[in-house]
């Protein structure tokens, strides 16, 4: 049996739609180790906030295995659900539609502690109220304001704030900084950085955009209509990626030497449905190595060794017609 932290197995989401079933999530299998982060990225519609949102049972899965400290999350009884909501929070992308905007930063970041009744002392909630947002680096001259009166970043430290307040283990961050000024953006991170340090947080961070997880994850999964195309130790998909999706994702992102200028690659072609997708390669109709093969069945994940699995037929045979 595996030690593993998280653990997941086939997992999947369909969601019903008038033409058919809609396979937002395909099948996923992956593991995080304690204290550590996985990134998931991919395009808008790929599935990574379904992934996210099934992770913290927002979302019950259609089939599949959710496996937290050896425990399957999908079975439990409602009394152990209550506890393993504790453990597990999200911070989402957009504060400000999160936060409500009628609610004081006091409100906002005492509202969990009320709603799970963890102090009977008013002292001591209030005394806890300061002590998040001191952690999350929000000056107390804030405690009476209205998210209005805040910017982008610190309304996300409020959004930090409340994720933290019931001290859980694993939280998942979906596009935590993408709304947020680029300046703001590596104040978030490095405060996200610094609290996993610190309280040993086990995080899953999604993003359309692979050059913020860069420095942020050990592994990166990516995600194509459902399904995890490529998933390897973060060093080694940035410098060998193997799947021609990731090597596109890869390309978009800008270089400030220009002297490495590289060469971006054009995804063209349409992109597949998800509903009641066919036998094939999610990613045949926009790559341009696309065989017949790839066209009329789907292929399985090849294991790459130290941690790299890619989910393509011509994955050895691209490689060695690398230049
Ligand atoms: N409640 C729902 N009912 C029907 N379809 C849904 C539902 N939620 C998500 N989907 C569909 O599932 C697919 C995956 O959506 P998801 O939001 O997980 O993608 P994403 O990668 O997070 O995209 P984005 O970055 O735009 O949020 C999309 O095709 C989406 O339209």
Known sequence: ??????????LKKYFQTPTGNLHAVDGLDFSIAKGKTIGVVGESGCGKSTTGR????????????????????????????AEYRKKIQIIFQDPFS??????????????????????????EKENRVYELMELVGLSERFVNSYPHELDG????????????????EFIVCDEPVSA???????QILNLLKRLQLQFGYTYMFITHD?????????????????????????KQLFANPRHPYTKALLS??????????KERILLQGEITSPINPKNECR???????????????????????GGHTVRCFRVHELEEMRP
């Open 98 to 123: 999160s936060l409500n905007p009628r609610k004081t930063v006091f409100h906002s970041i005492v509202e969990p502690l009320d709603i799970h009744r963890v102090y009977r002392d008013k002292a």
């Open 252 to 261: 978009a992102i800008p270089v400030p030497n220009l002297k490495k200028k």
């Open 180 to 186: 947020l000024d680029v300046s703001i953006q590596a």
């Open 153 to 168: 970043g610190r309304r996300q430290r409020i959004g930090i704030a409340r994720a933290l307040a019931l001290s859980p």
């Open 1 to 10: 049996m595996s030690n593993a932290y998280i653990e997941v197995k086939n």
């Open 54 to 81: 099934l992770m913290t049972m927002l979302l019950e899965p259609t089939e599949g295995e959710i496996l937290f400290n050896g425990t399957d999350v999908t079975k439990l009884s409602h009394k152990g659900m």
């Open 283 to 305: 990613f045949a109709a926009r790559c341009s190595f696309a065989t017949d093969e790839c066209r009329s069945s789907t292929p399985e994940i090849t294991d790459l060794g």
């Open 210 to 234: 692979l050059s913020v997880v860069k420095h942020f994850t050990e592994e990166i999964m990516v995600m194509y209509l459902g399904q995890v195309v490529e998933k390897a130790p973060v």
